[in-house]
């Protein structure tokens, strides 16, 4: 049997059997989605085989204890993880940046919608289970900067040791409170606007199976900070002083702790881009890689992260404009 004919087999055993399918954007992984059609009933089909893809019990889960605690995830309708097929319900076209794109929607509205979001979310007992943020381990994240976008000739193991290191330090000096849930691939092509529902579910969630536990500032900077998207800065500060209000937390160590976390994720996502590139042919990325490194040069320039800046500014080249290490 081919996928096709694995698709349809599933979906008989559903309410969407002979549903009409068409295929839906994709994103950086193997997995692929469509949406189903059976007359006025529409529901979204995951499709991410094993082995390219792990088990979808994460999403399943996640999505479950989500929606049960009132937030907007897709209801999962039917699941076959071995097969790697998920029926989830559709929440529709109206993702954040397609919006934005159009007119239709303020960033502004969408951002201090999502940061209330996020606090409610950060309330909440999260589920058990989810892998742990630490500053040393997130400090170990940041592997493939060195073993994809660096030049393999260029490498130098007491340099690359010396910047996890601080890097492990800054982020345990700008660490506030007890570990939150985190979704972690959170930017506005992963949210989608449903302002006929109320509150927190007007905010509907996509791409959270690798949810963990980490910083309180980390969805938030992923979301503000994304270099897909070039927010007004003014905005972005405002939201992140309106959330530090919220919170309760001082507002210079917030902000500092805001730049450590775009700090570790921008190091990761040089490496992982180049990862794509290189390995996997998707060269697409590469032209993101001169905005990643302009918000991480702008990130280092906060006080608190003079000794960081001075290692990676002596041994991590800037990208070309190929998106590869000049």
Known sequence: MTR?????????????????????AQDASSRRYF?????VKAAVLMDAPQPANPPQTAFVDI???LTQAGFSAPEVISADIESGFLLCEDLGDAVFSDEFDAGRLREDTAFTAV?????????????????????QNMADMIAPLFDHYMPQDQRKPEAEEQIEQALATILAQTWLG???IILRDFHAGN???LPEREGRKSVGLLDFQDAAMGHVAYDLV???????????????????????????????????ACAAQSIQRNLRILGIFARLATDLGKTGYLKWQPAVWARLMADLEHPVMAPLKDLIRGYVPAPSKDGLPA
Not at 8 to 23: N, R, V, Y
Not at 118 to 125: A, N, S
């Open 115 to 135: 940061a209330g979001m996020l606090r409610e979310l950060h309330q909440h007992t999260p589920m058990p289970g989810l892998p742990v943020y630490t500053p």
């Open 178 to 180: 007890d570990p939150v």
């Open 222 to 256: 992923s979301m503000l900070f994304d270099i897909r998207r070039e927010i007004n800065p003014d905005l972005a500060e405002r939201i992140i002083r309106g959330f530090a209000t919220a919170c309760d937390l001082p507002q210079d160590s917030f902000r500092a």
């Open 63 to 65: 999505a479950r204890w």
């Open 4 to 24: 096709t004919d694995d698709i349809s087999a599933f979906l008989m055993g559903t309410e969407m059997a002979g549903a009409e399918i068409a295929p839906l």
């Open 191 to 193: 949210l989608i606007w």
């Open 35 to 39: 949406r189903v059609q059976k007359g």
